[in-house]
């Protein structure tokens, strides 16, 4: 079985958390959220893709 790279480990941790927060959030569970922890989340999704796909095209 061949393992990821750590990168896209992290890419798709970070996105798993967003639509998680994201769902829960719009079910009324984690209504105590404030809007900008999905920004943030959202920033660091977008941000860390781009990484992952920029070490991507390096190997």
Known sequence: MRQMRPDLT????????TILVWVLRGLGILTFLPGIVIWILLLLTIGSGVFSGIQGTRR
């Open 10 to 17: 992290i890419f798709l941790t970070i996105l798993f958390i």
